[in-house]
């Protein structure tokens, strides 16, 4: 009762005893928690430890949405966890938790973390440099980002174990940091961004106190390690709710330091529609299950500068192609500063890129040619969101959309006349073919294209 008193007039004091909500009063059951997840706990606790779901799972299940994995957290040390179960694996160095492979699943298990002294491991601007100590479960609780994150559910007893008043947040669908917003946003300023996209991604409203230093605090995001930020952003981007989040990073003044040019591009109408045109085919692909590529994305995100960029030197008189190319790797270099976005996607990112004046190409051999690259179909559909938000004729779109599933005789047909000067002409695959048989054409292959 006392517990529950104080847990009501101090809210975001973290307690060191749990309120329990028993299963009358919350409508999580057991059968909501996956098999694996079962599994994982009842052994724990068979062999005497403590082990609860927790986290972004408990918080979905109270809300009432599906969660997307189950992560377990436990007194038991990793050592102790790892003999438990038939395929285990510790992994990490820094912290070390286990992986539980049961079936399709893996669980992961980590023990319960202390926070670790502030003046003991933080940066000048108080970021946490590390947090690595085991701790008692009431420790784990604060040391999680917010309240709603950090509720245990123990699948044995249907209960939810409440230490920082998560229950009642959830109740009042409010995202409310655990402890002191600003040293807990110093701490780790990556749940700025977790903030915002959490609270978008299961509808529920930032408090205001949470809220309130995020826009003087947004610059210490330019401390925040860019593979980290990267990470983050790809989360955000694939939650299948990009287009309202990116909406509401701007409102808290938190786009600026992640995406610079981003920043530049939603300054010109012509970008800002391109982007909400390609958020838009992001989020629907995403709530479809279709898939999408983090290549695709950043290609769609950082477009506009590089044509803004394309656009200058050809306006200078450089030469179209060497001038794309120079502005794709300029603009990469410089969102590097920022977001490091891998090695592996920056190649696709460029060929999308890269892919796009070749659609202007609609005479000779060259179309047959762009349908059978490996990237045409990312390509494609680049150039069908540069066709939507107005930036190419749609009729070019609509020529391609045609093109691609048209048989051989209907595309020779759909062929523009070749306006290219006579020696740069490039035949149709059928008419080149007979013309080599015949001993009259050039070979077809490593021409202009690949330039
Ligand atoms: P999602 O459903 O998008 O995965 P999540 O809350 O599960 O959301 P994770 O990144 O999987 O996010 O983190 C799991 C849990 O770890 C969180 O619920 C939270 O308790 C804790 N956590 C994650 N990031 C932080 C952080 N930056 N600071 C403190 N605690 C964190
Ligand atoms: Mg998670």
């Given amino acids: 009762m006392m517990r529950r008193l104080i847990a009501r007039f101090w809210p975001g004091k973290p307690s060191a005893q749990p309120v329990v909500c028993r299963p009358d009063e919350h409508p999580v059951r057991r059968d909501q928690v996956s098999y694996g997840a079962r ?36 007194d038991a040390t990793p050592e102790q966890v790892k003999p438990l179960f038939r395929r285990a694996f510790i992994i990490g160095r820094r912290f070390r938790l286990v992986h539980v492979h049961v079936g399709n699943e893996v669980i992961e298990v980590s023990t319960f973390r202390a926070p670790q002294k502030a003046e003991e491991s933080t940066d000048e601007h108080g970021r946490l440099l590390s947090d690595n100590v085991y701790g008692t479960q009431a420790e784990d609780a604060a040391r999680r980002d917010f309240t709603i ?34 040293t807990r946003f110093r701490e780790d300023p990556v749940r700025m961004l977790r903030a915002v996209r959490l609270a978008t991604k299961v509808g529920v409203t930032i408090d205001k106190r949470t809220a309130a230093p995020i826009p003087k605090l947004a610059p210490l995001m330019a401390n925040v390690p860019p593979a980290r930020l990267f990470d983050e952003m ?42 909400d045109v390609a958020l838009a085919h992001t989020d629907r692909r995403v709530r479809e299950d279709m898939g999408v590529s983090p290549a695709f994305l950043f290609a769609t995100l950082l477009w506009h500068e590089v044509l803004a960029q394309w656009n200058a030197a050809k306006a200078k008189g450089d030469k179209p192609l060497p001038a794309l ?11 590097a500063e920022r977001i490091a976005i891998p090695r592996r996607f920056e190649a696709t990112i460029k060929e999308i890129w890269s892919l796009q004046p070749r659609f202007e190409q609609r005479a000779g051999v060259r179309p047959f040619r762009l349908v059978e690259h490996p990237r045409f179909r990312a390509a494609y559909d680049f150039l069908a969101i540069r066709g939507e938000s107005g930036e190419v004729d749609p009729s070019l779109v609509d020529w391609w959309t045609r093109f691609q599933d048209a048989s051989q005789e209907a ?36 021409d202009a294209e690949s330039e």
């Fill in 39 to 74: 599994t994982v706990t009842r052994r724990l606790q068979d062999a005497g430890f403590k082990a609860f779901v927790v986290g972004g799972a408990v918080r979905d299940l109270l809300l009432g949405l599906e969660p997307k994995d189950f992560d377990i957290a436990t």
């Fill in 411 to 446: 595309r020779e047909a759909m062929l523009k006349p070749d306006e290219a000067p006579r020696g740069k002409r490039r035949r149709t695959r059928g008419r080149g073919r007979h013309a080599r048989e015949e001993g009259t054409a050039p070979p077809a292959a490593g």
């Fill in 234 to 275: 790809q989360k955000l981007l694939l939650s299948g709710h990009a287009a309202e989040t990116l909406k509401s990073l701007r409102a808290h003044g938190l786009s600026h330091g992640l995406l610079p040019l981003l920043d530049m591009i939603l300054e010109q109408p012509m970008g800002q529609k391109f982007i």
């Fill in 325 to 335: 190319f120079d502005a794709m790797d300029r603009v990469l270099e410089q969102q």
């Fill in 149 to 182: 994150n950090a509720l245990y559910f123990d699948p044995a007893t249907e209960e939810v174990w409440d230490y920082v008043g998560g229950v009642a947040d959830v109740r009042a669908r409010r995202l409310k940091l655990i402890g002191p917003p600003t």
